[in-house]
Each structure stands twice: as C-alpha cells, then as structure tokens.
C-alpha cells in the first residue's frame, strides 16, 4: 500500500487502544506505516472526552489512555478543516467528513453505519476497519 492519508472516527481509535490485535487495532497500525492518521482540534477533543470514560478502567487505566493520547497525538498529523459540511444523519459525525475533506484523506475508517452509508463521499472511500485492511493486503484473521 502505498502512502496513504487516514481518518479514523472515534470508536475505531478507541476499539484500537482497548484492543490492539482487533481489526481496528491493526488498521491503526497500518496506517501509521504507511502513511498518515489526520486530525483535527473537534476530533482531538472528542477523543479525549470519551478516553476519560470510567467504563473503560477496566480495560486499560487512566495514565495508559493519557500516553495513548498522546503518542497518538505526536504521531497524527494536524489538519484545520476549512469547510463546514452537513450531511450526516448524527451531526456530530460530520467533524470527520471535514477533517477527510481539509486533509486531503483517501479513507474515513469507522463502523458507524451514518458514515459507511455515504461512501464514497467526494472521493474518499469510507470503510470499516476490516475492509481497510484487505485493502491494504492484512488478510491476518483475529
């Protein structure tokens, strides 16, 4: 797979973090090798907000989620999206179809079916985690 630019709704980061042999988890792998996971400020935010969650102690603890966050973060590229888009049924997914258009993204990974439904959208391939690794050749079964 050549480079690529990535970005990852919410639940798939998480699911990455909580379980990193998962398909999300190795989706996130992937696209750190070969290429980019975008981000922005609203999408930063939400992440932080629900990594402070208290159902996910039991997974990982606190200070583990805070180095995740922040090894994701130093490892993200930073993109400010300059066009508001409203098309999503829940409008708060419409922050990664922003981020996808302001950072140039090839793939919107996510298992929100609100997102998967508008593939492809201007281009960019929105995907599931397990599709976005057949893509890339990981045909590694969990």
Do not use: W
């Not at 379980?19 to 090798?33: C, H």
């Not at 993200?76 to 922050?95: F, M, Q, S």
């Amino acid at each position: 797979m050549s480079s690529v630019r990535c970005v990852f709704d919410t639940n798939t980061v998480v699911s990455g973090l909580l379980f990193e042999q998962s398909k999300p988890g190795r989706a996130l792998l992937i696209a750190f090798r070969h290429g980019e996971i975008l981000l922005s400020q609203s999408t930063l935010e939400e992440l932080a907000d629900v990594l402070q969650r208290r159902k996910f102690d039991r997974y990982v603890t606190g200070s583990e989620r805070e180095e995740f966050l922040e090894a994701f973060v130093d490892r993200a590229t930073c993109v400010e999206p300059t066009e508001e888009i409203r098309l999503c049924r829940d409008r708060k997914d419409d922050k990664f179809l922003e981020l996808a258009i302001g950072g140039n993204a090839d793939f919107v990974i996510s298992g929100d079916g609100d997102l998967l439904s508008l593939h492809p959208f201007r281009g960019i391939s929105i995907m599931t985690s397990a599709e976005f690794l057949a893509a890339s050749g990981d045909q590694e079964e969990e």
